[in-house]
């Protein structure tokens, strides 16, 4: 990062109710030797400036919001001064929006490259100023207990090390926090659409963003959360919809959740002191709906 915004950054991080520890660069740079393979994330990296850029394969990742909100929001019905981790945070399509409903927004990206965009197009007057940091989903440079949400959304299928990665966000969830995420389902289906056509005939995204094998069903999510001590909800479809070749792809909320999912889970909240009885509730985003995954 520039030095600018490094230092600001510094002092952000470093407010006592955060206990941030910032990577050096060296910890959060991807290589980008080699042949190009399947789940290459060098590509946010490389296309960090276009983000923001209508038309462009990640600002497609924007059309997903008004779903995603469509469904968190009834979720956490007051998102203002909530403490967030956005895992995954990118160029900040999604942060954007949690900063503008006046949430206190921590970002975390590999790419450094993203997070300059991100801290750039996250500024917004009167709203709370996000602070970004670069590092790794499955070692989460936080305490326990720093945040009431957890958002992650289009990165659970890009991890090859998702048990140690829920563990983490299990970690730094207070309890009765919420865990926020969309992934893909390792379907037939979505290896037809995500890879087949939007990678190699419509060529919506880059050729090799995606590796199938790393897509995960909602049962294995399920098991994923539970053995970490998360209490999964409901969970909802997402769709892809060519809308028309002046708007392009749009993403629409549906039953069905052979492809794309959206869901949540609960960290439970903490026992009374001295042991017995129920578990004390404590303050937490929202008072989540009943569901199984």
């Known amino acids: ?20 520890r910032l990577p050096t660069p ?27 850029q209508a038309g462009s394969p990640l600002h497609l990742l924007a059309q997903m919001n008004p779903p995603r909100f469509a469904y968190f929001d009834l979720l956490v019905r007051h998102w203002p001064e909530l403490r967030i981790l956005d895992v995954g945070c990118g ?42 940091t670069c590092g790794h989903a499955e070692a989460l440079p936080f305490a326990d207990a720093s945040f009431e949400v957890v958002w992650c959304t289009d990165v659970l299928e890009h991890l090859a090390d998702r048990p140690a ?8 969830l207070k309890p009765g926090g919420l865990f926020l995420y969309d992934t893909i389902n390792r379907s037939w289906l979505s290896r037809l659409l995500v890879i087949g056509f939007w990678e190699y005939l419509a060529r919506v995204a880059p050729r090799g963003t995606h590796d199938w094998q790393l897509f ?23 769709l892809p919809v ?24 609960v960290k439970p909240a903490a026992a009374p002191q001295g042991g017995g009885g129920e578990p004390r509730p404590v303050a937490t985003a929202a008072q989540a709906p009943q569901g199984a995954a």
């Open 91 to 132: 160029g900040g399509l999604a942060a954007a929006c949690l900063v503008q409903r006046g949430a206190c927004v921590v970002g975390l990206d590999l790419s450094w490259a993203s997070l300059r965009i991100a801290a750039r197009q996250t500024r917004r007057p009167g709203c709370p100023e996000a602070v970004f």
């Open 165 to 172: 990665a829920i563990a983490q966000i299990a970690r730094v």
């Open 216 to 238: 995960l069903t909602p049962a294995e999510l399920h098991r994923l959360l539970t053995d970490h001590g998360l209490q999964p909800g409901a969970i909802q479809g997402m």
């Open 26 to 52: 060296r910890e959060g740079e991807r290589s980008s030797k080699g042949r190009c393979t399947m789940n290459d994330l060098t590509i946010y990296d490389t296309l960090a400036e276009s983000w923001w």
């Open 1 to 20: 990062m520039p030095q600018g915004e490094g230092s600001h950054a510094d002092r952000a991080l470093s407010l006592p109710n955060w206990n941030v």
């Open 242 to 265: 060519w809308w028309s070749p002046w708007h392009g792809w749009r993403f629409r909320l549906i039953r069905y959740v052979g492809i794309l999912y959206l869901g949540y889970a």
